[in-house]
């Protein structure tokens, strides 16, 4: 790097004038030294006013004065200061700033020959492993995935080899039904159109026999076995991933004009003017709201404005502040009116909610109560509708982490459902 320091190296300003006494004494031209120190070069200059050396200067002003302009001149009064102490200074302040450059060079120069060239060095190897983790886990993941696939496909194809089995066995038994039951109505309608009154009275205890035989054959039922089970195609790890994929991918769908309706808003809660916070109110703060159909009047509920019949939908729900909520889903038919489990989220056929009561949490539909083991409370609750797989699925967005899934058949268009006992819930965009 560049030596600053010889800036510094020129003898430095001598102050071997002819010395004065005071501010007023005379001045004479500038002295070898002077020329030396470097302050002036060529002939000196004279001030304009009074054809006398300017040599000293004036800290208002900002310029260079002779001794006269110092004495009963307009810069009497202002800071002056001898111009070879002045230039001293600045010459010890030039020899500071060379020296701070040169040692902020210096350390650029270390960086980059240092830091830089080490960094560069590692970032080879650091790139290296990293590719390899990402490939390594990723066939990790594709391998457990392959299998996965496999076991499933074994599983669905176990599966609807019983359940063809099953109709067949059906078939059979009931063709073998059908036919027993056309033989005895045969036998019947002959004995009833072609044996003689004596002979028929005397054969009626064969009649109850076939009467009994046909009476046992039994009413057909439909039962699950004759379905899939639909579990037969769901794993833990296929449906992480799936979700996760959902949740992460490009084509996630955020139903982000979701709102609260204010229409379904019970009269225990109060909806912010946004239509996005539900607030639970106590009974002195309540106001009387206008008669709606649409309107629950018992239970605290709220339902949202989009009804959701296709596709994939998913909204996240801030629930930090409440310590008793229910989040989910429910058919628009769900009932509105009266105190029941009819209108109640979670206690009828008709909703199907993730539940937190006191930090106790838990997934509600039909009355049944699933427990969920949840290790740090939520602040926030995701709910995921994939209409196509027919799959509602509740997940923490934080560590995207699955809370909760359901495969269910659904027969009609969902709406957003929500209730509130403690504080608010607030609809996130």
């Given at each position: ?208 026999d076939r ?42 769908q955020r ?31 309540r106001q ?142």
């Amino acid at each position: 790097p560049t030596d600053f320091t010889v800036l510094s190296d020129g003898e430095k300003p001598k102050e071997e004038r002819r010395s004065r006494s005071g501010v007023g004494a005379a001045s004479s031209p500038a002295t070898a030294s002077d020329n030396e120190s470097g302050i002036f070069s060529g002939e000196c200059e004279l001030c304009v006013d009074h054809e006398a050396e300017l040599d000293w200067f004036c800290g208002t002003d900002q310029k260079l004065i002779c001794s006269h302009c110092a004495i009963v001149g307009p810069c009497r009064d202002h800071t002056l200061t001898p111009l070879a102490t002045r230039v001293t200074a600045i010459r010890n302040q030039l020899v500071d700033v060379c020296e701070k450059i040169q040692l902020h060079t210096l350390r650029i120069e270390r960086f980059i020959d240092h830091t830089l060239a080490d960094k560069e060095q590692k970032l080879q190897v650091t790139a290296s492993r990293a590719r390899e983790q990402v490939l390594a886990k990723v066939s990790a993941a594709r391998e457990a995935l392959e299998e996965e696939e496999q076991r499933l496909l074994e599983e669905v194809h176990r599966e609807e080899e019983r359940v063809e089995q099953c109709l067949l066995t059906q078939q059979a038994h009931w063709k073998q039904a059908l036919a027993s039951l056309s033989q005895t109505r045969s036998h019947l309608v002959h004995a009833l159109t072609h044996t003689p009154d004596a002979q028929l009275v005397t054969s009626t205890q064969e009649i109850a026999d076939r009467v009994e035989k046909a009476e046992g054959v039994g009413e057909p039922c439909d039962t699950e076995q004759l379905n899939l089970n639909p579990s037969c195609s769901d794993s833990k790890l296929l449906r992480g991933l799936w979700a996760t994929a959902v949740l992460l991918g490009r084509n996630a769908q955020r139903s982000s004009n979701l709102k609260f309706d204010e229409r379904t808003v019970s009269p225990l809660l109060t909806l912010s003017q946004d239509s996005y916070t539900l607030t639970f109110t106590n009974k002195r703060s309540r106001q009387p709201c206008p008669y709606d159909p649409a309107r629950f009047d018992s239970w605290p509920n709220a339902l949202g404005s989009q009804a959701l019949s296709s596709g994939t939908h998913c909204w996240v729900v801030d629930v930090g502040q409440s310590a008793a909520f229910k989040v989910g889903v429910c058919y628009s038919s769900l009932e509105r009116k009266g105190s029941g489990n009819e209108a109640r989220l979670g206690y009828n056929s008709e909703s199907w909610v993730l539940s937190n009561y006191d930090g106790e949490y838990s997934f509600c539909h039909a009355g049944k109560k699933v427990p969920l083991q949840v290790v740090r409370k939520p602040q926030k609750i995701g709910v995921l509708l994939d209409w196509t797989s027919q799959t509602l699925l509740f997940y923490e967005p934080d560590s995207n982490s699955t809370l909760h899934s359901v495969s269910q058949t659904f027969t009609a268009p969902l709406l957003a459902a929500c209730a509130v006992t403690d504080r608010s819930i607030t609809l996130l965009h």
